[in-house]
């Protein structure tokens, strides 16, 4: 199952895509929270599910739990709904929004069926997206070449005994803090961020000395033919260990941080008058 986070009208819902049964699951939360421009999102779902349970719909059973990222930036378990069960849902929500964001799930379908049958379509879209968000081709290509490594590491954790959630991010956290002297939450706080994606406002340098550690990590654990957590937890920390010394060199020599605190995160208006 892929997690992604997906935008509407600017405000992100939380996706999931199922492999085996080829469909979209949504953050029901996410959505209300858009619908509603409630304060209280959970409050108000937790009132619907109420009301939809009374009315004996099957949409309710339909409802799963998935484990995501929250706000807080821990796992925790979130309602979720396939496109079918969330237009029903939708329906019971008096929103002018509705209707938009009926056409936006539409659309998100249409484009996942259109990535299935020519993937570079996914890629072009990535290009398109980072382009309007202002960033330069030479970030933007260190930054799928950086996507492409990860992916080739997560296919070998995958391969070999590494399955859960959790357990990606454990091991994503022990090649992150070893290179940088951070945790990935640390980093995250450093930048200034919440729930956005850290690789998207990590600088270049960020960029290639997190691929160089994820790509000594993939090879150490391909040479001693890493099975499991705990072996692929100790191919993660060498993996690391290879870049940190990289970076410690470059820093070195050019008397400048790699890892930093700037991010691209657009600048709040009183900021700006400011200057």
């Known amino acids: ?135 330069s081709e030479k970030w933007i290509q260190q930054r799928m070449t950086g996507q492409e490594t990860r992916n080739k590491l997560t296919d070998y954790w995958r391969e070999n005994g590494v399955e859960k959630l959790d357990e990606f991010a454990y091991l994503t956290n022990i090649i992150h803090q070893e290179w940088t002297g951070l945790t990935v939450k640390s980093h995250k706080e450093k930048k200034g961020l919440k729930t956005q994606n850290l690789r998207d406002h990590m600088s270049e340098a960020e960029l290639i000395f997190t691929a160089l550690a994820e790509l000594s990590t993939r090879q150490i654990a391909e040479t001693i033919d890493a099975k499991g957590l705990k072996e692929n937890a100790k191919a993660s920390k060498k993996g690391g260990t290879i870049a940190k010394d990289a970076r410690l060199k470059l820093e070195e020599q050019t008397g400048r941080k790699v890892v930093t605190g700037e991010n691209f995160l657009p600048i709040p208006k009183e900021k700006k008058m400011l200057k």
């Open 1 to 135: 199952m892929e997690d992604q986070i997906k935008l509407f009208n600017h405000k992100k819902v939380r996706t999931h895509w199922d492999e085996k049964l080829e469909k979209w699951y949504f953050s029901i939360i996410d959505v209300v929270e858009i619908l509603t421009e409630s304060s209280i999102p959970k409050r108000y779902w937790s009132d619907l599910k109420k009301k939809l349970s009374n009315e004996g719909l099957d949409s309710y059973e339909k409802i799963v739990q998935l484990k995501v990222i929250a706000n807080d930036g821990k796992m925790r378990m979130t309602d979720f709904a396939d496109t079918e069960t969330l237009l029903r849902i939708i329906q019971s929500i008096p929103s002018p929004k509705a209707e938009p964001f009926k056409v936006w799930l539409a659309k998100v379908g249409y484009e996942r069926m259109k990535e299935i049958a020519d993937p570079s379509q996914s890629i072009d879209r990535a290009r398109e997206n980072w382009q309007k968000l202002g960033r």
